[in-house]
């Protein structure tokens, strides 16, 4: 035991240096608008609703699975940690295929791969740093000397229902499969029908639960409506596609290169600056980084140079937002050694983090489980901590927004009618119909913070 604890001693110290780095997550309030959205669908799913027929979001349902199985906030960032921690041990043995025969190179790679996950909001639970270990294992597998073609499909395929750009990620190994590896086109349609078939049979299944289209649309094919919606545009898309088209003309020899290319090109399909979307070219960028210092041959760094150069260019074009990295373990180091009360450490993460608190605590004592409530805001993490369902499909103000949900979340208004409505105050973007609702048959009864809490009228009408 000694004699393999000894020979995997960098390998556990890296998944060490991962938990520890992660660690001060498991701690953290509900807080996180979009982990607050994935906890209230996987209880949705609990109380057997469908998603995207009942409860909506515009992800693939992995997610959501995690999330159900999770419950809290709490133990979706234990899971998230273990998942990562595996991760790790996966990108290290892949580093031993892909780089030269030297461990510092091998170490190098995934210390830099920790980091820039670290940096890019790896330590909240996002789809992006759950899809990496899918990812990671199909392409180590398909550097195996007789690769298990149907597997490594399946594989990504598991990354794509986690989130649609993972579908890059396997479009760069099948090109650098194609061209360079010469792989025999049986085998390559045996990977593209492992990849498929997962998700022609997710299709089946919402189809069978009467959620076909809400399915298709909001899962598979969000980034559409992204292109649009942030400020993005077909010209901009065209031009960054004809970029990654050029580039894997030159790279399609480089295995990381052409992974990198393609993986930024899903990184920045929508045009959004969200930092976790980095995370998917962030593990060939680890790899990249460590080929420039160990590769000894000069046209290849100039290669990579030249690559890196490009994506950063795209990146400052997008203005990516920063992860306060130094302030997130400063703000917890201060709360573990009792310097920081529990209130102003939750503060540090969102103003109203207290709020969701207190708003979901007088939620619980006046509602009983599984009584429908209703939130106008985007505040769906009082809904996870509450353990309630929102009245409707949408969970969010902007939801019901970007989607006209108007109608359709007061005809399931009418339907339900909620005892309890909560306001935000500074939520200002219009709903006359729940004014309405709520001027004729419900009573102020509380202000929490900046939540107004309306309660319906004995008297109104069920």
């Known amino acids: 035991m000694l004699t ?20 001060p997550s498991l701690f953290e309030p509900y807080w996180y608008g979009d982990e607050g959205i994935y906890l209230t669908l996987g209880q949705a799913l609990k109380q057997g609703l469908v998603w995207y027929r009942d409860i909506h979001d515009n992800k693939p349902p992995l997610l959501y699975l995690l999330a159900a199985i999770a419950g809290t906030v709490f133990w979706f960032r234990l899971l ?72 490594i499909g399946l594989l990504f395929s598991a990354g794509f229902l986690f989130k649609a750009p993972a579908a890059f990620d396997f479009l760069a190994l099948l090109i650098w499969l194609l061209f360079w590896k010469r792989a025999k086109i049986k085998n390559l ?21 009467g959620a076909f289209t809400p399915y298709v649309r909001s899962a598979l094919m969000q980034n559409i409506g992204y292109l649009h919606s942030w400020g993005g545009g077909q010209s901009d898309l065209l031009i960054r596609l004809g970029v990654a088209i050029l580039a894997s003309l030159v790279v399609f020899r480089s295995l990381p290169l052409i992974w990198f290319v393609w993986a930024m090109f899903g990184a920045l399909l929508s045009a959004r600056p969200y930092p976790h979307y980095l995370i998917q070219p962030a593990m060939p960028l680890a790899i990249l980084i460590t080929l420039f210092f160990f590769n000894q041959k000069k046209q290849q760094k100039v290669l990579i140079a030249g690559v890196v150069m490009i994506a950063g260019i795209a990146y400052q074009q997008i203005h990516f937002w920063q992860y306060p990295v130094l302030g997130y373990y400063q703000n917890f180091i201060k709360y573990l050694a009792g310097d920081k ?52 499909r949408y969970t969010v103000a902007y ?10 979340t007061m005809q399931a208004w009418d339907q339900l009618q909620p005892r309890l409505v909560a306001v935000m105050i500074y939520e200002t973007r219009p709903f006359p119909e729940l004014d309405a ?26």
Not at 89 to 118: D, E, G, H, N
Not at 442 to 456: E, G, K, M
Request: proline share 5%; aromatic share 14%.
């Open 80 to 151: 998230l940690m273990v998942w990562f921690g595996t991760t790790v041990a996966v990108f290290y043995r892949l580093m031993q295929k892909l780089l030269p025969k030297t461990p510092a190179a091998w170490s190098l790679a995934t210390i830099i791969m920790i980091v820039l996950t670290t940096l890019f909001e790896g330590n909240i639970a996002n789809a992006e740093i759950f899809i990496v270990l899918p990812v990671t294992t199909g392409i180590l597998l398909a550097l195996k000397a007789r690769p298990p073609w149907g597997l």
């Open 341 to 392: 009360p529990l209130e102003d450490y939750r503060a540090w993460f969102d103003e109203r983090a207290n709020q969701t608190y207190r708003l979901a605590g007088y939620i619980r004592q006046t509602t009983v489980l599984g009584e429908p409530i209703y939130i106008w805001g985007d505040e769906p993490y009082v809904y996870a901590l509450a353990n309630r369902l929102p009245v409707g």
């Open 399 to 408: 939801h019901v927004i970007d989607f006209d949900g108007f109608n359709e």
């Open 437 to 462: 609702r709520l001027a004729a048959d419900y009573v102020l009864v509380a202000t929490i913070d900046r939540a107004q809490v309306y309660r319906r009228l004995n008297g109104a009408k069920r």
């Open 4 to 23: 393999r604890i000894i020979r995997h001693e960098t390998l556990i110290f890296l998944i060490i240096l991962s938990v520890v780095l992660r660690l």
């Open 189 to 209: 349609f045996s990977c593209v029908f492992g990849f498929s078939l997962p998700i022609i049979l997710s299709i089946a299944y919402y189809t069978y639960q």
